[in-house]
């Protein structure tokens, strides 16, 4: 009897050794299929174009050259103008720094009242703006270029960050209210009873709490109004184009030679920021990403 | 005088601080609604008209075959997208739940694809799917001469190059999402169930995935959702060709609204898109707000 048991988990032991071997072993491959593409466009935007015709896709640069990170960030060509992404970098920038604020204020400030000041109708309001978020935006595009036309912002930046503030409203007032909802009402009818009002509840005892909901919102923001093409290339014109744009005409402009290597700088530029965003914060990234997702 | 002005203010507050993004919504999201539904019952071409017409442009939306393609894709493409990241995003969950030393950075990699831009990623792939410079060629000189992998450039095979980048792109995520929902299982069943000496596959069939049944919801709509809006990767990756074989609805809307000048097609195709929306995410919100309203 010993003995068979002692078999049997001498057996099971080396089962599961190979079974963690197997597991490692998957768990890197998967690895090496997510590294690929940030690894080929790394070499190749370092590699010279004369190396590129001549070597291999995932062979490490022979001769390390910046040139075409130069060229990406400051004499690329999108379309007729050659200035690099470096103009419609900072387009982005100012774009979303702006967009997302006031994306995320308004969040706040309405999560806020649907979460803690119910009153008739709050719900379906909060209903009908969550609805807002699940819109595919081809549907609203049309008015919405002509409605930009009419106030005279058409492809301004000011009326790209009016769009974006506008179809951000749903997402990060779902974000506050679910972190606001979990807060107990009985804060607010203490804060009342001493004489409080709405806004300096909201200002001195939500604000201070919310400092891990604003983190994940304005991430979430930040990463979709950076990463946005859609709205960028329906509402921007030549000199107002945000960087996602911009690296698309650089990419597709079939004028020329074709030089991959300045291809993959200007996208590696284009997704620093965004890329930087997730390495320093991924925790919140992911939560926001979950956030929408997951019941709360 | 002042003070029930005052009080009444404070009353309405929280109203009319919700007002503003309220009437914003009502506006942008559903007026707009509203207008391109009405356009797409007209015979709007380059400047909108308001005389209502019938369905004509859905008639001839459906008499395209550039529609028929581009429709057609968005179910191919959206099936295989939707199936792969889930099945590649439960698996490495399970993988990853197994006490892995090194979770945190796998985690970072499997996920750090979601951080960039659709417009970066299709350029990224376009590179490796170069047939002449990419992958292929990387094959074939280590000897394979026979070794092809032209799908890129190759009409009939496309759709799956988007699919690939696609799944690429996204699958982290459901990662993710499984990951958090294999986490909040009970480990009292758990362990229960390792005492009784039930083996660990049948503990995950049986026990542990059924009981994530709300997640794989929660993936299939926003993997669909994804999908249908799918619309910047295939800019990047194809630019909706050869031809138009990689054409989407999102795609063909936005060359009929703002290459073509076609707004009666565009409005017609976005209103086709917003029903498929429709019918997958109202169940989904009603089902989801109902259940919150009562807990």
Sequence with gaps: MADLSFDQTQQSKFGKTTLRIILYVLLTLFALYYLL?????????????????????????????????????????????????????????????????????????????????????????????????????????????????????????????????????????????????????????????????????????????????????????????WNDFLFGVSFSQAGTQPVTVALNNIVNSTTGVKEYNVDMA?????????????VVAGKYFIRGLTAGSVKG | MEFPMSEWLENHLPKIVLAPSFIAVLVFVYGFIGWTAWVSLTRSKLLPKYEIKGFIQYEKLFASPRWDTAFENLFVFGALFIIIAMVVGLLLAIMLDQQIRTEGLIRTIYLYPMALSMIVTGTAWKWILNPGLGLEATIKGWGY????????????????????????QSSGFVMALFLAGLRSVDGEIIKAAQVDGIPTWRIYTAIIIPSM????????????????????????????????STDLPATYMYAMAFSRGDIGQAASSAMIMMLVVFTIVVPYLYSELRTKNDG
């Design chain 1, 266 to 278: 200007a996208a590696i530029i284009a997704a620093l920021p965004t890329l930087l965003v997730y």
């Design chain 2, 145 to 168: 001469n026979d070794f092809s992998f032209d799908w890129i450039v190759n009409s009939e095979m496309a759709i799956y190059t988007i699919v690939l980048a696609a799944v690429w």
């Design chain 1, 37 to 225: 593409p940030l690894f080929v466009m790394v070499t190749t935007s370092l590699k010279s174009l004369e190396e590129i015709r001549t070597g291999s896709l995932i062979a490490l640069p022979r001769e390390i050259t910046f040139d075409a990170w130069k060229i990406a960030w400051a004499s690329a060509c999108t379309g007729i103008q050659c200035e690099g992404l470096r103009p419609y970098f900072w387009n982005s920038v100012l774009l979303a720094v702006p967009a997302v604020l006031l994306s995320t204020l308004l969040g706040a400030l309405n999560g806020y009242v649907v979460a803690q000041w119910r009153f008739r109708g709050a719900n379906l309001i909060f209903s009908l703006m969550l609805f807002g978020c699940f819109i595919p935006f081809q549907v609203v595009l049309l008015p919405m270029a002509r409605l930009l036309g009419l106030m005279g912002i058409a492809g301004t930046i000011p009326g790209l960050i009016f769009v974006h503030v506008i179809y951000g409203i749903g997402f990060t007032t779902l974000f506050f209210r679910n972190y606001y909802v979990t807060i107990p009402s009985e804060l607010v009818k203490a804060a009342k009873v001493d004489g409080a009002n709405f806004l300096r509840i909201f200002w001195s005892i939500f604000l201070p709490l919310s400092i891990p909901i604003i983190v994940v919102t304005v991430i979430w923001q930040f990463t979709q109004i």
């Design chain 2, 213 to 244: 049944a709300p997640i794989f919801l929660s993936a299939f709509i926003v993997l669909s959702h994804l999908a249908i809006k799918s619309f910047d990767l295939v800019i990047a990756l194809t630019g909706g060709g050869p031809g138009y």
